[in-house]
């Protein structure tokens, strides 16, 4: 049974678009990529190399394929080592649509499906890097074993969430934090079940001006 984690880069208010560089996704407008290396943490790496020390295969949504294989097979330089360990892992592309996968070592998964069958079949744990649009079904279909994010202090505005539509509703049990000298919050988590359905809630208001406002919120005109 494989194990799957997902490292992801995020703004305070949920944003994980284009954090490499200007042009790695600008659509929909945004406009401020490369906020990883304009808020620059060295204390990150460390967590960022925990991700892919010892073996590895890479969990992707189409996009974000795109983006990796257009960049790291064509590296040079002080990256190219890192180039060619993505270029030698199994990445495996979640996607509806029929493109070629050329890059080496690429395999498609047409579902969740699929990926639940890859995760019940042994060798390396799996990876997510980017492919904010898959995190909703996996978390969904239970697949997801970790997250760790690295939470810079920066808000974005606007961009594709790491938890977009379709995210279930759940609890998740911190099992490590640490903050770095300039405020970026590394947190990762594991499932922590169902959200509790009682809590210890003060008693509500008995006011005609609480219950006024409960009639306009069933009326829709709150």
């Known amino acids: ?41 060295e204390d990150v790496f460390e967590t960022v190399g925990s991700w892919f020390a010892g073996e590895y295969d890479l969990l992707l949504g189409r996009r974000t394929y795109d983006i990796f294989a257009s960049y ?29 996968l050329d890059w080496a070592n690429s395999h498609r998964l047409s579902g969740i499906e699929d990926v ?12 997510i890097q980017g492919s904010s649009t898959i995190y909703p079904a996996l978390l969904a279909a239970g697949l997801i074993d970790r997250l760790s994010l690295i939470i810079y202090p920066i808000t974005l505005g606007k961009g594709k969430r790491l938890f977009g539509e379709g995210t279930p509703a759940g609890a998740l049990k911190m099992v490590g934090h640490k903050v770095t000298t300039k405020g970026t919050v590394i947190a990762t988590y594991e499932p922590g079940g169902a959200i509790p359905a009682d809590g210890d809630f003060p008693p509500p208001s008995t006011s005609a001006a609480e219950a006024e406002r409960q009639r306009r919120m069933m009326e829709g005109t709150w």
């Open 1 to 41: 049974m494989r194990r799957i984690t997902g490292g992801a880069f995020i703004s305070l208010d949920g944003v994980i678009q284009g954090p490499g560089g200007p042009n790695e996704d600008p659509t929909g407008g945004f406009d401020q990529g490369g906020w990883v290396f304009r808020m620059g943490d």
């Open 72 to 100: 790291w097979p064509f590296v040079k330089g002080e990256e190219k080592p890192m180039g060619e360990a993505f270029t030698a892992t199994g990445k495996h592309v979640l996607t509806r649509g029929d493109q070629t």
């Open 116 to 127: 639940g069958r890859l995760k019940a079949t042994d060798g390396p744990d799996l990876v």
